[in-house]
């Protein structure tokens, strides 16, 4: 009779190696144990000084100065808020580029300091692009805009540095330029009297005047001077610029009935000196000559 227990014995160890329904395909993996956690790596002590760091790249500065000179057509953002100083500044760079030179020390001394500068015995100014003459009558043109009240709030303004700081050489250049503006000389006490000219303070023209009182004014100041005296006595003024010019300051008052007898004796010899000045210079300058000669304020 035939014995079935190697049958049996084979489908028992078959039955033993049949795959766990768990790890068939299509099933996820196992997850694998995590490893036993790293020690603890011991705490260094504190170091006696702290590592030093790289400094940081210094900021680029800001860019609040603006040009001096544009190859552009100047806009009304490149004008606003400037000081006079800065307008004086921006015109005459324009004729400084030629060679122009100048009277005011405060002019010599910048252009002097610019290293482009070169100045010249005698300037052609036909080599002046059309672009330049539009912005010098441009910036002349705004200049223009700037009525008693705000030249006398930015005044003020200096006035109260005067006495709270030292007076900069910049707040100095724009109370001097403010006051010939006005035609008046109010507060400014910490500058030295010998620096004001009869311009900024026509007082000073009740005395007379010597040939150093004139030497830091241009042609179109010095013709400005000299009217001065004859406005002082009240007389009109036939010329657009000789008007709008008096016309801004509190003092004048023109009369009808003004006559040369009105002059003084000192008055009369202070003109003689001026003319002499104008004419060692060039020659005195009219409406005409007010504007080309110094572009309009050129070299003033």
Same mark, same amino acid.
């Given at each position: 009779?035939?014995?079935?227990?190697?049958?049996?014995?084979?489908?028992?160890?078959?039955?033993?190696?049949?795959?766990?329904?768990?790890?068939?395909?299509?099933?996820?993996?196992?997850?694998?144990?995590?490893?036993?956690?790293?020690?603890?790596?011991?705490?260094?002590?504190?170091?006696?000084?702290?590592?030093?760091?790289?400094?940081?790249?210094?900021?680029?500065?800001?860019?609040?100065? *603006?040009?001096?000179?544009?190859?552009?057509?100047? /806009?009304?953002?490149? $004008?606003?808020?400037?000081? #006079?100083?800065? =307008?004086? &500044?921006?015109?005459?760079?324009?004729?400084?580029?030629?060679?122009?030179?100048?009277?005011?020390?405060?002019?010599?001394?910048?252009?002097?300091?610019?290293?482009?500068?070169?100045?010249?015995?005698?300037?052609?100014?036909?080599?002046?692009?059309?672009?330049?003459?539009?912005?010098?009558?441009?910036?002349?043109?705004?200049?223009?805009?700037?009525?008693?009240?705000?030249?006398?709030?930015?005044?003020?303004?200096?006035?109260?540095?005067?006495?709270?700081?030292?007076?900069?050489?910049?707040?100095?250049?724009?109370?001097?330029?403010?006051?010939?503006?006005?035609?008046?000389?109010?507060?400014?006490?910490?500058?030295?009297?010998?620096? *004001?000219?009869?311009?900024?303070?026509?007082?000073? /023209?009740?005395?007379? $005047?010597?040939?150093?009182? #004139?030497?830091? =004014?241009? &042609?179109?100041?010095?013709?400005?001077?000299?009217?001065?005296?004859?406005?002082?006595?009240?007389?009109?003024?036939?010329?657009?610029?000789?008007?709008?010019?008096?016309?801004?300051?509190?003092?004048?008052?023109?009369?009808?009935?003004?006559?040369?007898?009105?002059?003084?004796?000192?008055?009369?010899?202070?003109?003689?000196?001026?003319?002499?000045?104008?004419?060692?210079?060039?020659?005195?300058?009219?409406?005409?000559?007010?504007?080309?000669?110094?572009?309009?304020?050129?070299?003033?």
């Amino acid at each position: 009779m035939r014995s079935h227990a190697a049958p049996l014995v084979l489908l028992g160890l078959l039955a033993c190696q049949r795959p766990d329904p768990s790890t068939s395909a299509g099933s996820p993996a196992p997850t694998p144990l995590a490893p036993p956690p790293a020690p603890a790596l011991p705490i260094a002590p504190p170091l006696a000084e702290p590592i030093p760091t790289q400094p940081e790249e210094p900021a680029a500065p800001a860019l609040t100065e *603006r040009p001096m000179y544009y190859e552009r057509a100047i /806009l009304p953002a490149d $004008l606003e808020g400037r000081s #006079l100083r800065e =307008l004086t &500044l921006l015109r005459n760079t324009i004729y400084a580029r030629i060679g122009q030179r100048f009277r005011k020390q405060w002019l010599i001394d910048y252009f002097h300091a610019q290293p482009w500068y070169q100045p010249r015995e005698s300037v052609d100014e036909s080599t002046l692009s059309e672009l330049d003459l539009k912005n010098a009558e441009a910036i002349v043109d705004y200049e223009a805009t700037f009525t008693p009240a705000q030249l006398r709030d930015a005044r003020e303004r200096i006035n109260e540095r005067m006495r709270g700081e030292a007076l900069s050489a910049d707040d100095t250049v724009e109370f001097q330029l403010i006051a010939a503006r006005l035609g008046e000389w109010q507060g400014g006490d910490e500058i030295d009297a010998s620096q *004001r000219s009869p311009l900024e303070d026509p007082d000073r /023209l009740d005395q007379l $005047l010597t040939v150093e009182h #004139l030497a830091d =004014l241009s &042609l179109r100041d010095l013709r400005l001077l000299r009217n001065t005296i004859y406005a002082r006595r009240g007389r009109l003024f036939r010329s657009n610029l000789l008007r709008d010019h008096f016309g801004a300051m509190a003092w004048y008052a023109p009369v009808d009935d003004f006559s040369d007898a009105k002059l003084t004796a000192i008055d009369r010899k202070n003109i003689r000196l001026i003319k002499s000045v104008e004419a060692d210079n060039g020659g005195p300058i009219t409406d005409w000559g007010h504007k080309v000669e110094e572009g309009w304020f050129y070299g003033a």
